[in-house]
């Protein structure tokens, strides 16, 4: 038989996992079948970023995402963002992961899902957005030094495209109208795109719905049962 781990113990394992995670909860499924994780802060690409950063690890997101579409006892995963955004491929490797999990899956943006963040809010089975919660939209950029600024420019606007082509194929909102958002003038100080509020992002067709965390449980159960009853035999009438 194996020892039992005593409290001091089961304390220490959350501690370990919060300081390599940033989050006391992975992908077990012992207590429940939902498995939530958050994105928040910046969203860390192949450059590590200054300690004092809140950020959100690829390395780490992609591998939870990968042990919760494997374990069986998983049947759904629910998605927190509150996010500035961050390293532009890093965030479309987590969003590319989300959209193509088997298991449902419901994003929940609260606060805001900046930049990136967009196409990984939207890259869920079911999106929710906070009334009080935004979602900037705008084109790529970068700093530092740029060598051959032609082909650097080519890079980018391909880059965008990629960006483009995620959001407009995974939600409900139009290529011209998200290319609209994302060059206007005046809406953002020293720069161009626009802030989105909750209620916007759902007119606009970005969003699925406003609504917290209580209403994306709902969706993702239901969305589970839906899973459930095709696999056991199709749709009953």
Known sequence: MQPVPTEDQKNQSVTDTIQQLGQTGVPTGGE?????????????????LPPQ????????????L??????????GLLIILNTVGGDVEAG??????????????????VGGGHSIGVPIAVASSYSFIAESATMTIHPI?????????????????????????????HSNISEEQFKDLMFK????NRDIGTAVSGSDAVK?????????????????NRL?????????????Q
């Open 141 to 169: 950029r970068m700093s530092g030094l740029v060598i051959g600024v032609p082909q650097t420019f080519e890079y980018m606007e391909k880059m965008q495209e990629r960006v483009v082509r995620f959001v407009t194929s």
């Open 32 to 48: 429940s079948n939902i498995f939530g994780m958050t994105i928040i802060g910046q969203i860390e690409g192949h450059i590590v």
């Open 185 to 188: 003038t005046g809406e953002l």
């Open 92 to 109: 479309l490797a987590i969003a590319e992961m989300i959209a193509s999990l088997t298991k449902p899956t419901v994003t929940v943006v």
């Open 53 to 64: 950063n809140k950020t959100t690890k690829y390395e780490h997101i992609i591998p939870q």
């Open 66 to 75: 990968v042990a919760a579409e494997q374990n069986p006892r998983i049947e």
């Open 204 to 220: 606009y067709g970005l969003m699925n719905e406003v609504g917290g965390i209580g209403q994306a449980l709902a969706t993702l």
């Open 224 to 236: 589970i049962g839906e899973r459930k009853s095709i696999h056991t035999g199709g749709i009953t």
